[in-house]
């Protein structure tokens, strides 16, 4: 947001540099990012004199060329070669002397120099309007008026205005200064804290009345909801044309193109009060009537930027009695627009609900000065007042008279707020116990009304334009910014608290597996928690019940939080195959977002995401497809670093598993994984095969916390293996194996392992054959074959009762 220095002085006649001023609205919170010079005129005219033509003479060597010679109030005239068809002997004329910088009207410089042109000597330039900047003629020079003085300074002829110009970066909750207005009662509040006491001085409507009722509007606000407040006024009898120079340097200082006179005023009330304000050609308004409503959607509409527009059905718009005429708050239409043949306007001046004109303005992809206001939230009490301000304007400045009375429809008010602030709270937060008579001053230098004191706070009442201080808390900042932040004083003691934390962290425990799958050739991804409302076609992840969904989505594609964490798994898996990259390995820690009935629900997750190659293919090494066992192996890796213990559950029914299992703890789901169904990755045109594993992280975190950590000495003696071929049937699993196993033999066992399986010719029908490997240990002594032996014999006892199975 661009300041201007002058338009500030209209408010507060500070006498301080630019420098100083911008420090001290950084200090209350208006950040000053920069400090720009501004000239009506680019070069201020510097280097351009008043020049008087004494001799004129066609030129020797060119026929539209003349050699003229010129005084500029030195000992000798000037010779200069000129070739514009109006110069003549006598006139008074603008002079560029060498050395002078002129620019272009795009802004670029080139310096005058002597020089020849067609054999002939040149010591300047005569120069015309649009060369100097003093208007757009290139017809001909510019002749000044013969009471002007040879060698006067044309910065004396010609009202040249400088300014400076703050850059201010304004965060998004101070609506209330995005004007010189309130800008200016910030600086006063700074002022007045510093001991300078200054008038704070805003613009009279004593002058506003009304000349006649010949030309008058009705207004019929359809949806008060969205439109609480909504005044206008006719004013007849205009003339449309340039605005006086004084505006047009106005709005050329922070950075807006003046158009005429009436959208002028109009633009420059907005960045003077803060009020957006829209002018009507009143002759295109069908029936004499204003209504103020949504309309139909789809229905077509041109914006001024000729551009058409379907409208929503929650887009808010100003009508007439046939047709829309403007996005309320947004952007104007082009049939109603003020042009060089408008008479007579209807002005209005409005409040908008704040966030329906940011939805619109999110909807049709503009960001105007108006909805920049409009959705940040303006001051319903000026809404009268900025008309007012810009009637008398347009009527001072583009004639005409008021020919309505001011129609306000303001049905509901909007209350201002209520707050109590405690001086024991103030001291607390800030750390520093301020003077109460310090506290109050600079509330009241704020507008804040105070309606009571006692001895343990201050009865405030909150303007309703200050939207973003509701609590105590915000008082407080306020006081602070403006007592300023670098006034209060540090302490020498230093206090501190120990405070009783668990030993294992959230974060530690995930940079610890980071570090692991990073090993593994994992890349950790951070996804946005908002995702696409389109999703919500897939019913087997997405319940429309349960979704969490944004009041004032930043755009259609982040409008819910997300359900599911294989939604952002698959949304970068395409992102990446969208650009050539098919073999990626992803892990996430995010969250799931979840609402039942009036309780919000977060659910934390860690996932690990696999699609294509294990490695990159490369010249001497095979192609190695990706698969379930790599992926089990992957989470089976997370769960041991963990110390967790698991129990195997095949997933039978999954709403993401085409095949898939999950490991479990005390009847409890840790982790479910396995390839995911072909309906959901074509949703989001993946098209390779895509492994996904989902832990929930909060019962893995808990089973982590729960363990405890035992420090055993390694083994003095060996371990001895023993290998089984097993004939069984397809149905028996390895864990039926483990099982019998395990509980046969509790003080030797360590550990079993499949480490080959057969399906194939030479075995009989619906059979397979297992290779397992038995790991035995005594850590007192070593085993004999004798011992390994009578234990082997009880394993295939039991396996052929159990299981039916057969040594090969």
Request: charged share 25%.
């Amino acid at each position: 947001m661009k300041i201007s220095y002058n338009w500030l002085k209209q408010f507060i006649n500070i006498d301080w540099n630019a420098e100083k001023t911008g420090a001290l609205l950084t200090d209350l919170g208006l950040e000053v990012e920069g400090i720009s010079t501004f000239e009506s005129v680019k070069g201020g005219l510097k280097g351009i004199v008043v020049g008087e033509v004494l001799t004129c003479e066609k030129h020797p060597n060119a026929d539209r060329l003349k050699i003229t010679t010129i005084n500029i109030g030195k000992d000798q005239p000037l010779h200069i070669v000129c070739g514009a068809p109006n110069v003549d002997t006598g006139q008074k004329v603008p002079v560029a002397i060498i050395g002078t910088t002129l620019y272009t009207p795009e802004g670029e410089a080139w310096e005058i120099k002597k020089g020849k042109i067609r054999g002939q000597v040149s010591e300047g330039m005569i120069c015309a309007e649009d060369e100097i900047g003093l208007g757009e003629s290139h017809d001909g020079i510019m002749v000044l008026d013969s009471k002007f003085k040879p060698g006067t300074p044309l910065t004396e002829v010609f009202e040249i205005e400088t300014d400076e110009v703050f850059e201010i970066g304004l965060t998004p909750n101070r609506a209330d200064a995005m004007s010189h207005w309130g800008a200016a009662r910030d600086l006063r509040a700074g002022l007045l804290q510093q001991g300078k006491q200054l008038e704070f001085i805003t613009p009279s409507n004593v002058n506003f009345r009304v000349d006649n009722r010949t030309h008058k509007i009705n207004v019929e606000v359809l949806n008060k909801e969205l439109a609480p407040r909504y005044c206008g006024v006719t004013i007849s009898g205009i003339k449309v044309e340039e605005s006086p120079a004084w505006i047009q340097n106005r709005l050329k200082a922070i950075g807006l193109k003046p158009k005429n006179n009436i959208v002028d005023i109009t633009n420059y009330v907005m960045h003077e009060l803060g009020q957006p304000l829209h002018a009507f050609d009143s002759g295109k308004i069908s029936g004499e009537k204003i209504e103020v409503k949504t309309v139909e959607a789809g229905t077509k509409f041109v914006s001024l930027d000729e551009v058409e527009r379907e409208l929503h059905q929650e887009d808010l718009m100003i009508c007439d009695a046939e047709k829309p005429l403007c996005i309320a708050g947004v952007f104007g239409g082009v049939e109603s627009g003020v042009s060089l043949n408008t008479t007579s306007i209807f002005l209005e001046s409005a409040y908008f609900n704040p966030v329906s004109i940011r939805k619109t303005a999110k909807r049709h992809g503009l960001n105007t000065d108006a909805s920049f206001r409009f959705e940040r939230g303006i001051d319903p009490n000026i809404t009268e007042y900025a008309l007012m301000r810009a009637a008398i304007l347009i009527k001072e400045i583009a004639g005409g008279m008021i020919t309505s009375d001011v129609i306000d429809l303001y049905p509901k008010k909007i209350e201002d707020f209520q707050v109590f602030l405690s001086f024991e709270k103030t001291a607390k937060l800030i750390g520093e116990e301020l003077p109460k008579e310090t506290i109050k001053n600079i509330l009241t230098s704020l507008e804040i009304k105070i309606n009571n004191v006692t001895e343990s706070g201050l009865g405030l009442t909150i303007p309703a334009y200050r939207n973003d201080v509701t609590r105590e808390a915000d008082v407080v900042e306020e006081i602070l910014r403006v007592y300023g932040y670098n006034n209060i004083k540090f302490t020498e003691k230093l206090n501190a608290s120990i405070s009783k934390t668990s030993k294992v962290e959230d974060y530690q425990i995930q940079n610890k597996l980071a570090s692991q799958l990073n090993g593994q050739g994992f890349y950790e991804m951070m996804a946005n928690s908002l995702t696409s409302s389109k999703h919500s076609k897939l019913k087997d992840i997405v319940d429309e019940e349960t979704t969490v969904k944004m009041l004032n989505p930043l755009s259609l594609d982040l409008s819910v939080l997300r359900q599911h964490m294989v939604i952002s798994a698959l949304e970068a898996i395409a992102y990446n195959n969208n650009r050539k990259r098919q073999d990626l390995r992803f892990f996430e820690f995010g969250k799931t977002y979840h609402k039942k009935q009036d309780k919000y629900i977060e659910n934390k997750h860690l996932t690990l995401t696999i699609c294509g190659n294990r490695e990159t293919s490369h010249w001497n090494t095979p192609d190695r497809k990706s698969d379930f066992f790599f992926l089990k192996g992957t989470v089976e890796a997370v769960l041991e670093r963990m110390s967790i213990a698991f129990k195997t559950n095949p997933t039978l029914e999954s709403s993401i598993f085409s095949e898939g299992i999950s490991y479990e703890h005390n009847g409890k789901i840790l982790v479910s994984f396995g390839v995911i169904k072909k309906s959901i990755t074509k949703h989001f045109n993946v098209e390779p095969e895509v492994f996904f594993a989902d832990f929930n992280w909060d019962l893995v975190l808990k089973q982590y916390k729960n363990n405890k950590i035992q420090l055993k000495e390694i083994p003095k003696f060996p371990e001895v293996i023993r290998d089984f071929a097993l004939l069984l049937d397809d149905a028996v699993t390895f864990e039926s194996i483990y099982s019998i196993a395990v509980a046969e033999e509790k003080k030797l066992l360590r550990d079993v392992q499949l480490f080959d399986v057969y399906l194939g010719k030479n075995l009989p029908k619906g059979k397979k054959s297992y290779a397992v490997s038995f790991i035995f240990r005594d850590d007192k002594k070593t085993l004999t074959d004798k011992q390994i032996d009578k234990v082997m014999s009880k394993f295939q006892q039991q396996f052929e009762k159990q299981l039916g199975a057969e040594l090969r």
